[in-house]
Structure formats: structure tokens, C-alpha cells
């Protein structure tokens, strides 16, 4: 019975009730969420030097967006930035996507392009 208790061993078992498993990994996803953290004034200046130079060099730079889950990595050519909207067009294998710049959580150059 102590197996059964550990980790999620209670959502395995055939005695609980498919309603009550849901709830419960409903309820582990959200206490899994994050707060998207506060960038410091120089932090979002390096961020928004780095779009910059992507954008007028044409060189690749990865940004790391913020997920209520997990952070990702995107990484492409910038190719517009839209200050009143501070938004971004980055252009990764010929896709277009739109990125708020609120969501930036950090930006790298490619090496290749320092």
C-alpha cells in the first residue's frame, strides 16, 4: 500500500475515479505554473541590443521566451520590430512569427555574428 502512495501512484490506481484523476493532474499542472519574472532595466537593454544588432546586421539571435510551464529558445533572423506594438518578426527557416517583447526573457547573438 505505501507504493501506491508515493509519487503519483494514487493516479494509477484502478480504485480512483477517472473525474478524481483528472481533477487532481488538473490540479498538479496548475500549482506547476510560474510567475513570469521582472527583467531589470539593463537586462532588457541588452535584450532589445541584441534584437537590434540581429536586425541590422541580419544575424541569427536566439531569444528565450517566457512559458507558464517551461521557458523556450526561438531562434532566427529578426527582420521588423514594432515599437508602439513591441512586437518582433523573426524569421527562422522561412516561417514568420510575431513575438512580444514583453514575453523576452533573454537574447543571444550566433557566435557567428559578434
Given at each position: 500500500?505505501?507504493d501506491?502512495?508515493?509519487?503519483?501512484?494514487?493516479?494509477n490506481?484502478?480504485?480512483i475515479?477517472p473525474e478524481?484523476?483528472e481533477?487532481?493532474?488538473?490540479?498538479?499542472?496548475?500549482?506547476?505554473?510560474?510567475t513570469k519574472p521582472?527583467?531589470i532595466l539593463q537586462?532588457?537593454?541588452l535584450?532589445?541590443?541584441?534584437?537590434?544588432?540581429s536586425l541590422t546586421?541580419?544575424?541569427?539571435?536566439?531569444l528565450?521566451?517566457f512559458d507558464?510551464i517551461e521557458?523556450?529558445w526561438?531562434?532566427g533572423?529578426?527582420k521588423t520590430v514594432?515599437?508602439?506594438?513591441?512586437?518582433v518578426k523573426?524569421?527562422s527557416?522561412?516561417e514568420?512569427?510575431?513575438?512580444?517583447?514583453?514575453d523576452?526573457?533573454?537574447?543571444?547573438?550566433?557566435?557567428?555574428g559578434?
Open positions: 500500500m505505501e501506491k502512495l508515493k509519487g503519483n501512484g494514487i493516479l490506481s484502478w480504485m475515479m478524481h484523476r481533477a487532481e493532474i488538473r490540479l498538479q499542472l496548475a500549482q506547476a505554473r510560474r521582472e527583467l537586462e532588457s537593454e535584450i532589445e541590443a541584441a534584437i537590434s544588432r546586421l541580419q544575424v541569427s539571435v536566439k528565450r521566451l507558464m521557458d523556450c526561438v531562434a533572423v529578426v514594432l515599437t508602439y506594438r513591441r512586437e523573426l524569421v527557416n522561412g514568420l512569427t510575431w513575438i512580444a517583447l514583453d523576452v526573457l533573454d537574447a543571444k547573438i550566433d557566435r557567428f559578434e
